[in-house]
């Protein structure tokens, strides 16, 4: 098993900056991947961003390239999400997500999905006020 947990969320003014991170614990030796998910009431969960573990090559969706940027530590096994130039669509609940999943498949669209994710974050609010 592994358990996610996701700090760093809040409030903030359109144009600013917040960075979330994402710890991982248990059995963190098979990860593949982890990944950036996020959430509105009533809307389908949409991808942010991921960042393979071994490599790590990065992934964005359209809508945070060039402003958020993804990292990671595999020494501590956690995930970082740096986003700057918020706006007021980027408010959702953030979720964090890992997958141990070996897979044929790789690639933007395997690990934009949220099916390729075995273990999920509780999620941390984020909010941008305009």
């Known amino acids: 098993q592994v358990q996610l947990v996701e700090s760093g969320g809040g409030l903030v003014q359109t144009g600013g900056s917040l960075r979330l991170s994402c710890a991982a614990s248990?059995?963190?030796?098979?990860?593949?991947?982890m990944g950036w998910f996020r959430q509105v009431p009533g809307q389908e969960r949409e991808f942010v961003a991921a960042?393979?573990?071994?490599?790590?090559?990065?992934y964005y969706a359209d809508s945070v390239k060039g402003r958020f940027t993804v990292g990671r530590d595999n020494a501590k096994n956690t995930v970082s999400l740096q986003m700057n130039s918020l706006k007021p669509e980027g408010t959702a609940v953030y979720y964090c997500a890992l997958t141990s999943m070996s897979s044929l498949y790789s690639g933007s669209d395997y690990y934009a999905s949220g099916r390729s994710y075995n273990y999920w974050g509780q999620g941390t609010q984020v909010t941008v006020s305009s």
């Open positions: 248990g059995r963190t030796f098979s990860t593949y991947a």
């Open positions: 960042i393979r573990w071994s490599g790590g090559m990065t």
